[in-house]
C-alpha cells in the first residue's frame, strides 16, 4: 500500500539531513508527489527528470540511517519508504495488464477530481479511462498497454478527446467487444491491446 508523505515536515526534513547534501527543493517534489499516495494510488506519476536522481536520493538516506544521528537516522528511514514507492512507480515494462477500477466523477472526492482534472484532463470523467493514459506512461516505447474496462469510451462524448489521442498517438493492435453477462460482467466491456506508439496504416485484429 502507498504511503502518504507530510509535505509539512519539509524544514524539520531538510534540517535533520543537512550533512547529507539533499537538495531541499528534491525533498519538496517527493513529498509533494505523496500527500495523497493513499488515495490517488498508482495514478501518481513520477517525472522522468525526477525519477533520474531516485537511486541518488536512496543512497544518500541510506548513508543518513547508517549515521550517529538519531535525527538524520528517523528522517531518512520516514523517507526512505516514499523514495522505494517512487521507484516502482517510475518503472516501465514490456507489456502493462490490468482491469482497473471504475469511478465516474460523482463517486470521487475534491482531491481526487483537482487531481483528475490536472494530471488527466482527456479522460477525467471516470478512474478507469485515467488507468488507460496511466498506463502508456508504464510502457516502455515499443511496450503494449492491456487493458480490459467499460465500453463507453468508445462511444460517449465525454471521452471524445482520449479517443483521439489513441487514434493519433497510440495504435491498436486488436480488441474484442464483448456484450453484458460475459465473465459475469452486467454491462457490455472493451478487452483492447494498444501499442505505445503510433504506425500508420496498421491493420489491427477486432472482434466482437
Known sequence: ALQDSQP????????DLASTGLEKTDLKELLDLFEHASTFGSLIQIPQAFAKKLSDLESKLNTAVES???FSQQSAQEL???????????KQYDAVIANPPYMGGKGMNTALKDFAKKKFPDSKSDLFAMFIERGFTWCKDSGFNSMVTMQSWMYLSSYEAIREKLLNDRTFSCMAHMGNGVMGIAFGTAATVMLNN???HYSGSFSY
Open 198 to 200: 503510433h504506425i500508420s
Open 8 to 15: 509539512e515536515r519539509l524544514e524539520a526534513f531538510s534540517q
Open 68 to 70: 550517529g544521528d538519531i
Open 80 to 90: 526512505l519508504p516514499l523514495v522505494q514507492q517512487a521507484k516502482l512507480l517510475a
